[in-house]
């Protein structure tokens, strides 16, 4: 067992985050993977605190295994930035996507399509 686990190769090390993450979407109906200054992931919160939606708010930079899952998050869905914004296990994007789906009248549609699933 000896070795350093970043001697293994990337794919491995994110396919336990690839698993983690989707556990996480699985379970919870909007999640946000985040970083604690980034102004945009407060501006994603804010709006849905302010539209009384519950989510669970994955802060990339508080957590060892952060690096990993923000790599694991491009490898799903093809960028690193964050927030990275999922709502009923589907990426719907960042900020300003989901303010458009908000400005559109889509948001709380979607979030409420996973009500019958919590």
């Given at each position: 067992?000896?070795g350093?686990?970043?001697?293994s190769?990337p794919?491995?090390?994110?396919?336990?985050?690839?698993?983690?993450?989707?556990?996480?979407?699985?379970?919870?109906?909007?999640?946000?993977?985040?970083?604690?200054?980034?102004?945009?992931?407060?501006?994603?919160?804010?709006l849905l605190?302010?539209?009384?939606v519950?989510?669970?708010?994955?802060?990339?930079?508080?957590?060892?295994?952060?690096?990993?899952?923000?790599?694991?998050?491009?490898?799903i869905?093809?960028?690193?930035?964050?927030?990275r914004?999922?709502?009923?296990?589907?990426?719907v994007?960042?900020?300003?996507?989901?303010?458009?789906?908000?400005?559109?009248n889509?948001?709380?549609?979607?979030?409420?399509?996973?009500?019958?699933k919590?």
């Amino acid at each position: 067992m000896g070795g350093s686990a970043s001697s293994s190769s990337p794919k491995l090390l994110y396919t336990v985050e690839r698993n983690r993450i989707n556990d996480l979407i699985t379970k919870n109906c909007v999640v946000i993977f985040s970083k604690t200054q980034c102004v945009y992931c407060r501006k994603v919160k804010k709006l849905l605190t302010e539209s009384s939606v519950s989510f669970l708010s994955i802060e990339l930079d508080k957590r060892e295994d952060g690096t990993n899952l923000q790599n694991a998050l491009h490898e799903i869905t093809g960028a690193r930035t964050v927030p990275r914004v999922f709502i009923n296990k589907e990426c719907v994007g960042g900020a300003s996507d989901v303010e458009k789906l908000q400005k559109e009248n889509k948001l709380m549609e979607k979030i409420e399509m996973c009500g019958n699933k919590l």
